[in-house]
């Protein structure tokens, strides 16, 4: 399928590790946090959310960090498999709107057999 | 969340034509939105389907260039007019669970333009 993410920043992990994959995000004033999971030739899968009153969430093997300070959000992927190997991508919505997400440039992620 | 549909999921089309990409929801949903995405870069939102009204569009995206069609609450269109190669990218359509602001995306429609 076409690929997407040509350019991205790259994270390379063997597999069964732990992967950290980070995004910066830019306004104070965002509320809301989703990371997103996209595979070749596929649209973006929603992974995890995490509201701005929070400071950390669990899934089924992902974690996600907020920490506002900084305006940094991490999304932690535990025992990483073959089938992790996507682009990642973080987006924000702010609080003075009521949907409109803003993207991250992204993050490639590969995962050594 | 929702199973989203779209077509067609890629097309090859000349300069200066016109190609309108469907968006089916398998359920009723409050919003719809049409982002792009262009080779190795993010997602960007072009506009808003809303239901019943005009699209609200995000800057550098104008009617004229990108109309959109909401008749209904699950179905919406996306015409890209009068194409040139600049418009090559893939076209998402998404919708929202308003109460919780989650987001779902189609699949995508993979444009190329020569």
């Known amino acids: 399928g076409e690929s997407v993410g040509l350019h991205l920043p790259t994270l390379s992990v063997q597999e069964g590790d732990n992967s950290i994959i980070n995004c910066a995000y830019s306004?104070?004033?965002?509320?809301?946090f989703i990371w997103y999971k996209q595979e070749s030739g596929k649209g973006p899968q929603f992974i995890i959310d995490?509201?701005?009153?929070?400071d950390k969430r669990q899934g089924q093997r992902v974690t996600v960090l907020l920490n506002k300070t900084v305006k940094h959000l991490s999304l932690q992927i535990a025992a990483t498999q073959p089938g992790d190997s996507a682009v990642y991508f973080c987006?924000?919505?702010?609080?003075?709107?009521?949907?409109?997400?803003?993207f991250g440039s992204g993050t490639r992620l590969l995962v050594r057999p | 969340s929702a199973v989203i549909s779209q077509k067609p999921s890629r097309d090859i089309c000349q300069r200066g034509t016109s190609l309108t990409i469907q968006c089916q929801v398998d359920s009723q949903v409050t919003m719809m939105f049409w982002y792009r995405q262009q080779p190795g870069q993010s997602l960007t939102l072009i506009a808003t389907a809303n239901q019943g009204s005009e699209a609200t569009y995000e800057s550098g995206f104008v009617i004229d260039k990108f109309p959109i069609s909401r008749p209904n609450l699950t179905f919406s269109t996306l015409t890209v007019s009068n194409m040139s190669p600049e418009d090559s990218s893939i076209y998402l359509c998404s919708v929202g669970l308003s109460v919780l602001n989650e987001q779902y995306f189609g699949p995508g429609t993979r444009l190329t333009v020569t």
């Open positions: 306004n104070s004033a965002s509320d809301y």
């Open positions: 987006a924000e919505k702010r609080r003075d709107s009521s949907y409109k997400l803003i």
């Open positions: 995490i509201r701005s009153n929070m």
